[in-house]
């Protein structure tokens, strides 16, 4: 499964190499400056280069309207990537997170005070990058974006005091902290390619993107339970030592059906854990299907995603990328 997971991408990094070409040479001319400790710090931060999953998914929606990848285009993906980066290195602050992907973050590197200034230099070479595009609907979707990433943020800050939240809760938490990513992908992937405002096709691109987004972030939450730290990048239960609940164990405890279940919910009000509670909780998840009732959900979400794709868009290669990106991520171990 990991195997045909990398394949995927790989095969889609390959369809639009050029473009990729392109990103990447966009983003260290806009990173470029006068200060020879932040040339630095970036020329570090990018040697950690990620997937690029966001800026991908911004260069496939553009596709679906326009077989051309103009410049526009290459500088929204840009700016996207420069604010999910962004977005990373506050959250590494908030979170104290001295590593990422197995690599040493901002913080963790310098500090707290350095990576806030890092994160605010790519916030505001994203909006450089977008003010380019002279697409005003463009540059309102990233600001949105940000608002929306803050939020999330906060959401899941807050909610941490309440350690069990509703499924809809939990999900509507989720959408603004990942959903919210993917859907500005999409919208201003497709106006950087021409789409107008009005364009009946946008509202079906967006809920692909939304539910893309939920799959991703389910996934993600499912890695907290995993017992294999090393290859998904971060330490096995963080979120529980933060104090957030995720499906793979809320589903678990929001059923009245499962044996021990308040002996659990119990548990998890407590203001901080130990290593082996929140070892028990793991093994309580796992134990009671908890990945596989995530898991299960995630399928239905992708399941409808694909169809409201297929509905909306003939078939074309960059439909066949974003279905394969899906898949990717259904797939993903890290």
């Known amino acids: 499964m990991p195997q045909q997971s990398a394949a995927s991408l790989d095969s889609i990094a390959k369809a639009i190499a050029p473009q990729l070409t392109q990103l990447n040479q966009r983003i260290m001319l806009s990173l470029q400056s006068s200060n020879e400790m932040m040339n630095g710090i970036i020329a570090e931060y990018l040697r950690q280069k990620g997937k690029q999953i966001r800026p991908i998914t911004v260069i496939l929606c553009a596709q679906l309207f326009s077989a051309q990848t103009s410049h526009h285009v290459i500088s929204t993906a840009a700016a996207v990537e420069m604010l999910h980066n962004a977005s990373l290195i506050h959250d590494d602050v908030v979170d104290e997170s001295k590593m990422r992907r197995n690599e040493p973050t901002v913080n963790g590197i310098w500090d707290n005070h350095i990576a806030v200034l890092v994160g605010d230099f790519f916030t505001s070479t994203s909006l450089q990058l977008a003010n380019e595009t002279g697409d005003i609907r463009i540059i309102g979707s990233l600001a949105s974006l940000g608002r929306q990433l803050a939020m999330g943020e906060l959401d899941q800050i807050y909610n941490a005091r309440y350690h069990l939240l509703s499924i809809d ?111 028990e909780l793991i093994d309580f998840a796992i134990a009671n299907n908890g990945i596989t009732r ?41």
């Open 169 to 279: 809760a939990y999900m509507r938490t989720i959408e603004r902290k990942t959903a919210s990513l993917f859907i500005a992908c999409a919208e201003m992937g497709a106006f950087a390619a021409g789409c107008q405002t009005d364009d009946p096709r946008l509202a079906a691109l967006r809920e692909f993107a939304r539910l893309l987004g939920l799959c991703f972030q389910i996934t993600d939450d499912i890695f907290d339970y995993s017992t294999e730290a090393d290859t998904i990048g971060k330490p096995t239960g963080n979120d529980l030592r933060e104090g957030k609940v995720t499906l793979p164990l809320l589903s678990v405890l929001l059923d009245p059906a499962v044996e021990g279940r308040d002996r659990m919910r119990a548990l998890v009000t407590r203001d901080s854990l130990s290593p082996d509670q929140i070892r």
């Open 294 to 334: 995530a898991r299960q959900t995630i399928q239905t979400l992708a399941q409808t995603a694909a169809q409201t794709l297929t509905a909306a868009f003939p078939d074309s290669p960059a439909r066949t990328n974003l279905l394969a990106l899906l898949t990717h991520i259904l797939a993903r171990h890290k």
